[in-house]
């Protein structure tokens, strides 16, 4: 099983991006889970969402500028980031539990908790700068 995150690159201040993760190796049922790491700090969790689509969640460091939302059909995951601020600069990551559950995904990425999370994609660079 394979994930593979993308979209990252470099962007201003206050400029946007959307990153993708492509589940299409996984089967249906499977929540979805973004970190991100900045350079010298721990991985930290940022978003996650159900399978469904219909529950998710964001951190307090990226609510009201980041949207998470899948397309069922692709078995992509997208987070849109607006307004984005240099201390976004991160590699970000894609990742699933085990079995997929959501409650499992939003307790690790509500927990920062990256342990939990059994499957990785490669990460995408966001490099937020003037």
């Known amino acids: 099983l394979q994930l593979q995150a993308s979209g990252g690159g470099l962007v201003q201040p206050g400029g946007s991006l959307r990153l993708s993760c492509d589940a299409s190796?996984?089967?249906?049922?499977?929540?979805i889970g973004w970190f991100r790491q900045a350079p010298g700090k721990k991985r930290e969790g940022v978003s996650c969402?159900?399978?469904?689509?219909?529950?998710?969640f964001y951190a307090d460091s990226v609510k009201g500028r980041f949207t998470i939302s899948r397309d069922r059909v692709k078995s992509k995951v997208y987070l849109q980031m607006n307004s984005l601020k240099p201390e976004d600069t991160a590699l970000y990551y894609c990742?699933?539990?085990?079995?997929?559950?959501?409650?499992?995904?939003?307790?690790?990425?509500?927990?920062?908790?990256?342990?939990?999370?059994?499957?990785w994609g490669k990460g995408t660079l966001v490099t937020v700068s003037s």
């Open positions: 990742a699933a539990t085990e079995d997929g559950d959501y409650l499992e995904t939003l307790t690790a990425v509500a927990g920062d908790q990256p342990d939990d999370m059994k499957y």
């Open positions: 190796s996984f089967t249906d049922g499977y929540a």
């Open positions: 969402i159900s399978f469904e689509g219909g529950s998710y």
